[in-house]
């Protein structure tokens, strides 16, 4: 099963590893580093207009993905969990 995170970009739904709130997730010292080590290796991918409302940490063959999204963390747990998923 795959999970869509908006505009037109889905994930196995296997490969998420966390789902990320980021009005609370950026206040953490640990999230702050992984999104700068992400960051300067180009993993980042970003899916949204005005201002990310969640992140989405994958796990590929290829190593770690982080998807900024402007759909919430419930949204996305709405999507996973009732069959929203693609």
Known sequence: MYLHLGQDYIVPLQSVVAVFDMDTATVSGRTQRLLRRLQEEGRIIELYDDLPRSAVLCEGTLGETLYLTQLSPQALQ????????V
Request: aromatic letters at 12%.
């Open 78 to 85: 709405r999507r996973a969990e009732k069959g929203y998923a």
